[in-house]
C-alpha cells in the first residue's frame, strides 16, 4: 500500500506518551513510501468518566474504515469504584477483541542483548506465543445467582469450539513453520479440563499430520511456569487458550527484562477487520504524565504492526534499531520521548 | 494423640522412594511419644493398569478411618493411552480432595540458606499460598457436543460459591494472622471473571473487616507471575482458587529451588476427615527406582502433617533437620535413601 490509514487510541495513564513516539518511529520507518494517515480515537477510562461513554456500535464502524490499529494503554485508577469489574477492560479492550475477531493474540518474547532477566541464567530466550483471542473463559459467558447471599453461586464457562480452537491452531503451526526452531508446544490443562483440553490436543494432533517438519509437544500450564524460569530456552512457538496465554505472557515478559518491552498483536489474520497492535503493560497512572515510561513495548508493537501489513523491511529495521538500542542503552535515565526520538533517528539515517 | 493412625499411599514411579523417607523421618520425629502405625494402599496408575480398579467408596471408607494420608506421587507414563484424559488425577488425587472436603490446598514457599533459586536476585521468599481445593474448574462441570467434527464446542464451568470461598478465605485470614508479616493477598482475574472475581473480592473485603491488622492487598493472576520472579518478598499469605492456585504453587516452587522441596497439604480443617499430605512434584517415571529422587518434599509433608494434627514441635524439628540439611548439602550427589537417613539421624540426635 502506498497509504496507510491508521486508527489510532492513545488511552489513557502512560498510552499517550508511549504512543506518541511510537507514531515517530513508524513515520520513520515507512519513509517516503507510504503515506501515514492516523485518526486519533479518545477512547478509554478518561474518555468514560467524563462522557459515560466507552465503545459503541458506531464507534466500531469507524475503527473499522482504517487499516489497522495502534493502541496505547486503557484503564483508570484502580481504586475508583466507577471502574470496577473490569468496565474499561471488557467494555473496550475486549469488545474490540471480540467484534474485530482478533483470534489471534500473538506474543513475541525475546531476551534482547544488553538486557538484564531477573533469571540468573536465561540463556537463550525467543519465542512467540500464539493466544487464542475470542474464546474461553474470556466469552463473558459466566452469571450468579443469589448475589451477596449465603447461598450465593458464580460461575463462569470457558467456552472452546472446534472452528475458534482450529484456526488458532493452523495460525499456531503457520508460525511455527517460519521460525528456525520448527517447534511448536500446546500449553493447557488437559488432565483436569478434560472437555476443553481433548478439543485442543486433539486439534494440535490432527494439524501436525499436515505439518510433518514441525516438533509438537504438551505442557500442562502449571508445568510451562517451572521451564519458564529454569529453562526458556526450551520454547519455540507456544500455542495455548485466552487464560493460559494472559498468564504465560506476563511471566514470559517478566523473565525478559519486563512489560516494558513486550508487544502484542491482536491479529484478524483473514483481513476482514482491522487487527490492533498494543504494548503488554497497562497504563501505569501512577507514572502518567512523567516522562517515565519506556516506549520500547509500543514501539516493538509498531514492528509487529508493519509485518502484519507486509512491510516487512520496515517492521525488521524497526526491530533492529530497538535492539541497537537496548544494547547501547547505559544506565542513566531516559525520558520516553528520549528513547523514541533515538529509536526514530537511528532508522532516519539508514 | 499417643498413637496416630496413618494412611500411607506411596503411588506411582518415585513415590514409594520418598515415601520410605518421609516415613523414616515421621518415626524418628516422633520418637517414644507417639505410636505410629500405618497402612499402606496400593492405589495409583499402576494399580490401576493391573486391576482396572483406581477408588471406589469402600476404599475412602477405609481410608476415613486413618488420621491422616501421606501420598507419594500418583500418574504412569504420559503416553500411555490407557491413561489418558487425567484419568488417575481425577479418579485418585482430585476424588480424595472432593470426597475428604480438602478444601484448603496449603503450599508454603520458603527459599531455604544454601539453595540455588533461579532468580539471580530472589532475596527473602517466605509466603504461603492458601489454595481452595474442592470448587473452580476442577469441579468436572463440563460437557462437549458435536465431539469430533467441526461443531464441536467443548465447555468448561468454574463454580464459585459463597459457602466454599468464605470458608476458604476464612482460614486464608487465619493463616495470616499466624504469620509475622500479617498480609494477605488474593488473587484472581477479576477484570474478566466478574462474576467469580466479584464474590472473591466481596468475601475478602468483608472478612478482612474483622482482621484490622491484616494488610489486604489484590493482583491479577497475570500481574502475580511477575512478581513471582521480579519481587517475591512481597507475598505472605495468598489466597486464591483452585486454578489460580495450581498455576502459581508450581511457579512458588520454582523460584524457591525447584519441586524437589515443595510440600502440601489437602486440609480439612474441620477435622470430619482426615487431611492428605503429599509432596508438590509427580511421579516422575524416567527416574523411578534409581534413588534420584529428592525426598526433601515428601518429608516437608510431614512437618506439614505433624503441625495439622497439633504435634507442633514435632514439625518444627522436622522443618529445622531439613533446612540444616540444605545448608550443608554439598554438590556431590546424595541418594533418596542418604537424605533420608540424614534427616532422620539428626532428629534421633536430638
Ligand atoms: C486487561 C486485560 C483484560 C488483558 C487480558 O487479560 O487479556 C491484559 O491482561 C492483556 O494481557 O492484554
Ligand atoms: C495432578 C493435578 C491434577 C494436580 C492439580 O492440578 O491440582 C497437581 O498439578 C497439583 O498441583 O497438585
Redesign the interface.
Known amino acids: 500500500p502506498t497509504a496507510l490509514n491508521l486508527a489510532v487510541i492513545p488511552g489513557d495513564g502512560i498510552g499517550p506518551e508511549v504512543i506518541a513516539e511510537a507514531l515517530k518511529v513508524l513515520r520513520a520507518a515507512l519513509g517516503d513510501d507510504v503515506e501515514l494517515a492516523t485518526t486519533q480515537f479518545p477512547f478509554g477510562a478518561g474518555h468514560f468518566l467524563e462522557t459515560g461513554k466507552i465503545l459503541d456500535d458506531s464507534d466500531l464502524d469507524e475503527l473499522k474504515k482504517h487499516d489497522a490499529i495502534l493502541l496505547g494503554a486503557v484503564g483508570g485508577d484502580p481504586r475508583d469504584a466507577r471502574l470496577k469489574?473490569?468496565i474499561i477492560?471488557?467494555g473496550l479492550l475486549?469488545k474490540l477483541r471480540f467484534a474485530l475477531d482478533h483470534y489471534v493474540n500473538l506474543r513475541p518474547t525475546t531476551l534482547f542483548p544488553g538486557i538484564?532477566?531477573?533469571?540468573?541464567?536465561p540463556g537463550v530466550v525467543d519465542f512467540v506465543v500464539v493466544r487464542e483471542g475470542t474464546e474461553g473463559?474470556?466469552v463473558?459467558n459466566?452469571?450468579?445467582i443469589?448475589?451477596?447471599?449465603?447461598?450465593?453461586?458464580?460461575?463462569?464457562?470457558?467456552?472452546?469450539?472446534?472452528?475458534g480452537v482450529?484456526r488458532l491452531v493452523r495460525h499456531g503451526f503457520a508460525v511455527a513453520a517460519s521460525r528456525p526452531a520448527k517447534k511448536l508446544t500446546l500449553v493447557h490443562?488437559?488432565?483436569?479440563?478434560?472437555?476443553?483440553?481433548?478439543?485442543w490436543q486433539?486439534t494440535v494432533d490432527r494439524v501436525a499430520l499436515e505439518f510433518p517438519d514441525i516438533a509438537v509437544d504438551y505442557l500442562h500450564?502449571?508445568?510451562v511456569?517451572?521451564f519458564?524460569?529454569?529453562n526458556p530456552g526450551r520454547f519455540d512457538t507456544i500455542v495455548t487458550d485466552n487464560?493460559f496465554g494472559?498468564?504465560?505472557?506476563?511471566?514470559a515478559?517478566?523473565?525478559s527484562g519486563?512489560?516494558g518491552l513486550a508487544a502484542s498483536g491482536n491479529i484478524n489474520p483473514t483481513g476482514e477487520f482491522p487487527s490492533m497492535f498494543e504494548p503488554v503493560h497497562g497504563s501505569a497512572p501512577d507514572i502518567a504524565g512523567q516522562q517515565k515510561a519506556d516506549p520500547t513495548a509500543a514501539i516493538l508493537s509498531v514492528a509487529l504492526l508493519l509485518d502484519h501489513l507486509g512491510q516487512t523491511d520496515a517492521s525488521a529495521r524497526v526491530s533492529a534499531a530497538v535492539s541497537a538500542d537496548l544494547a547501547a542503552r547505559g544506565t542513566e535515565f531516559r525520558s520516553t520521548a528520549h528513547i523514541g526520538d533515538a529509536i526514530a533517528a537511528s532508522l532516519d539515517k539508514n
Chains 1, 2 share one sequence.
Open positions: 469489574g473490569g477492560e471488557r475486549l538484564d532477566s531477573p533469571l540468573a541464567a473463559p474470556y463473558g459466566g452469571g450468579a443469589r448475589v451477596g447471599t449465603p447461598g450465593e453461586v458464580a460461575n463462569e464457562v470457558s467456552v472452546n469450539t472446534a472452528f482450529e490443562k488437559t488432565n483436569v479440563l478434560v472437555f476443553a483440553g481433548s478439543l486433539r500450564i502449571d508445568a511456569t517451572i519458564m524460569v529454569t487464560l494472559d498468564i504465560i505472557t506476563d511471566l515478559a517478566a523473565i519486563g512489560i
